[in-house]
C-alpha cells in the first residue's frame, strides 16, 4: 500500500478536541524502528506533533493486546495507551479493522491504514485530514442554505458517483469498504444515508468490515430490517443486506 486510506466507517460520535495552540497531533501504532504495524504485534503507540512544519515524537506507551482475555480486557488495555492523547483526534495504523477500528472511533478518532515508516505518512494523512474537513465544512453551509462551494459541489458529485449499483430488479450493491478506501473524504453516513431515505428498493447488499454504529437506529427509523452474511470464509469483510421488514 503506497499512501494512506481512511478505515472509518462513518463519523464518529465524538470528535477529539485539537491543541489550543493550533499544532497539529497524529498519533499511530508503529514498531521500534517506527515502521506502521497492526495490533495483531507488540508495539508502541507514539503521539507526534507537529510545529514549523516539522514531526516529533512528543510521547511513547508500549502496547501488546492480550485477546484471551475477553472483549472488556482489550478496550481497557486500548484506553490506558491511547484514551489519555491530549488533543489527538487522528490515529494511524495497520490493517485498523474490525473491533479495533470501532474502539478508537468510540475514542473519538478518526483512523487511517498504511505501511512503512510513520514519518513518511504524516504529511499525507495530515493534507487528507484538512480535505475532509473542508468538504464537511462546505457540506454543512450547503444544508444550511448557503450557496455551495465548489468543495461542496465537488462532494456531491463524488457521492453521486460512489452511489449503489443495481444489479437486478429493486436489488442494488455497494462495497463499502473499497469506496471509503478510494475516497478518504467522504464517510458511511454521506453514501448510505441519501440512498435510505430516498427508498424504491427491495433488497440493497452493503460489503463492510464493520457495520457502521448508526445503521441500527436509521434502519429502525425506516421500517427497514437487515441481516449479516458472511462474504467469504477467511475475509475480514462481511455482507449486510437490507430490506422491508416483514
Same mark, same amino acid.
Given at each position: 500500500?503506497?499512501?494512506?486510506?481512511?478505515?472509518?466507517?462513518?463519523?464518529?460520535?465524538?470528535?477529539?478536541?485539537?491543541?489550543?495552540?493550533?499544532?497539529?497531533?497524529?498519533?499511530?501504532?508503529?514498531?521500534?524502528?517506527?515502521?506502521?504495524?497492526?495490533?495483531?504485534?507488540?508495539?508502541?503507540?507514539?503521539?507526534?506533533?507537529?510545529?514549523?512544519?516539522?514531526?516529533?515524537?512528543?510521547?511513547?506507551?508500549?502496547?501488546?493486546? #492480550?485477546?484471551?482475555?475477553?472483549?472488556?480486557?482489550?478496550?481497557?488495555?486500548?484506553?490506558?495507551?491511547?484514551?489519555?492523547?491530549?488533543?489527538?483526534?487522528?490515529?494511524?495504523?495497520?490493517?485498523?479493522?474490525?473491533?479495533?477500528?470501532?474502539?478508537? #472511533?468510540?475514542?473519538?478518532?478518526?483512523?487511517? +491504514?498504511?505501511?512503512?515508516?510513520?514519518?513518511?505518512?504524516?504529511?499525507?494523512?495530515?493534507?487528507? +485530514?484538512?480535505?475532509?474537513?473542508?468538504?464537511?465544512?462546505?457540506?454543512?453551509?450547503?444544508?444550511?442554505?448557503?450557496?455551495?462551494?465548489?468543495?461542496?459541489?465537488?462532494?456531491?458529485?463524488?457521492?453521486?458517483?460512489?452511489?449503489?449499483?443495481?444489479?437486478?430488479?429493486?436489488?442494488?450493491?455497494?462495497?463499502?469498504?473499497?469506496?471509503?478506501?478510494?475516497?478518504? +473524504?467522504?464517510?458511511?453516513?454521506?453514501?448510505?444515508?441519501?440512498?435510505?431515505?430516498?427508498?424504491?428498493f427491495d433488497r440493497l447488499d452493503i460489503v463492510c468490515d464493520h457495520q457502521p454504529r448508526w445503521l441500527a437506529q436509521e434502519l429502525d427509523r425506516l421500517q427497514l430490517a437487515a441481516v449479516a452474511e458472511p462474504l467469504v470464509q477467511g475475509r475480514r +469483510?462481511?455482507?449486510?443486506?437490507?430490506?422491508?421488514?416483514?
Amino acid at each position: 500500500m503506497g499512501g494512506c486510506s481512511s478505515s472509518c466507517g462513518g463519523a464518529s460520535a465524538l470528535r477529539r478536541a485539537p491543541a489550543p495552540d493550533g499544532r497539529l497531533r497524529i498519533a499511530a501504532f508503529v514498531d521500534a524502528a517506527g515502521e506502521l504495524i497492526s495490533f495483531f504485534e507488540p508495539g508502541f503507540v507514539r503521539l507526534y506533533e507537529r510545529a514549523d512544519g516539522r514531526w516529533s515524537c512528543v510521547s511513547e506507551t508500549s502496547l501488546a493486546l #492480550e485477546r484471551d482475555h475477553g472483549l472488556a480486557h482489550l478496550k481497557s488495555q486500548l484506553k490506558g495507551a491511547i484514551g489519555g492523547l491530549a488533543h489527538c483526534g487522528v490515529f494511524i495504523g495497520q490493517r485498523l479493522r474490525g473491533i479495533h477500528n470501532v474502539l478508537l #472511533e468510540d475514542m473519538g478518532f478518526h483512523n487511517w +491504514e498504511g505501511e512503512g515508516p510513520v514519518l513518511a505518512k504524516l504529511d499525507e494523512v495530515a493534507e487528507r +485530514e484538512a480535505a475532509a474537513a473542508r468538504a464537511a465544512a462546505a457540506a454543512a453551509k450547503e444544508a444550511c442554505g448557503v450557496c455551495p462551494s465548489a468543495a461542496a459541489v465537488d462532494t456531491a458529485a463524488v457521492v453521486i458517483e460512489t452511489a449503489p449499483v443495481k444489479v437486478g430488479d429493486g436489488h442494488f450493491r455497494l462495497h463499502l469498504t473499497a469506496v471509503l478506501n478510494s475516497h478518504p +473524504e467522504l464517510n458511511s453516513r454521506q453514501l448510505l444515508i441519501p440512498f435510505l431515505n430516498a427508498g424504491g428498493f427491495d433488497r440493497l447488499d452493503i460489503v463492510c468490515d464493520h457495520q457502521p454504529r448508526w445503521l441500527a437506529q436509521e434502519l429502525d427509523r425506516l421500517q427497514l430490517a437487515a441481516v449479516a452474511e458472511p462474504l467469504v470464509q477467511g475475509r475480514r +469483510e462481511f455482507t449486510i443486506s437490507i430490506g422491508r421488514r416483514g
